[in-house]
């Protein structure tokens, strides 16, 4: 124990590893939650497009009825496909109908 104070090589592997201590910690603290939301938003865009590619196809294959008719399919549809909740399915189809719809104008 005396020559970890003594020598100098005994405080540069000190410093080394608090460094080392602090830059993971930083790591952790900051730079983890960012990838994650990375992750996320990638991830709803594909539930976005998802959503868009299933309105596009009920929309054509049911020409004559309004969207609110076939708004449960769409929305189970992307459930089965994307594994996510009703309410995020919900939420998914009503903005790709909204998209279509203000495009159309």
Do not use: N
Request: aromatic share 8%; glycine share 6%; with cysteine.
């Amino acid at each position: 124990m005396e020559k970890l104070f003594t020598e100098p090589v005994g405080w540069i592997g000190l410093l080394g590893s608090m460094a080392l201590m602090v830059v993971s910690h930083v790591g952790r603290k900051y730079l983890l939650p960012f990838l994650s939301i990375g992750k996320r938003q990638r991830y709803a865009g594909f539930v976005a497009m998802i959503a868009d590619e299933i309105t596009d196809d009920l929309r054509a294959k049911y020409p004559d009825r309004e969207w609110t008719e076939w708004l449960d399919e769409a929305i189970d549809l992307v459930v089965d496909i994307c594994e996510v909740g009703p309410d995020v399915a919900r939420r998914a189809i009503s903005a790709a109908v909204a998209r279509k719809q203000a495009s159309s104008r």
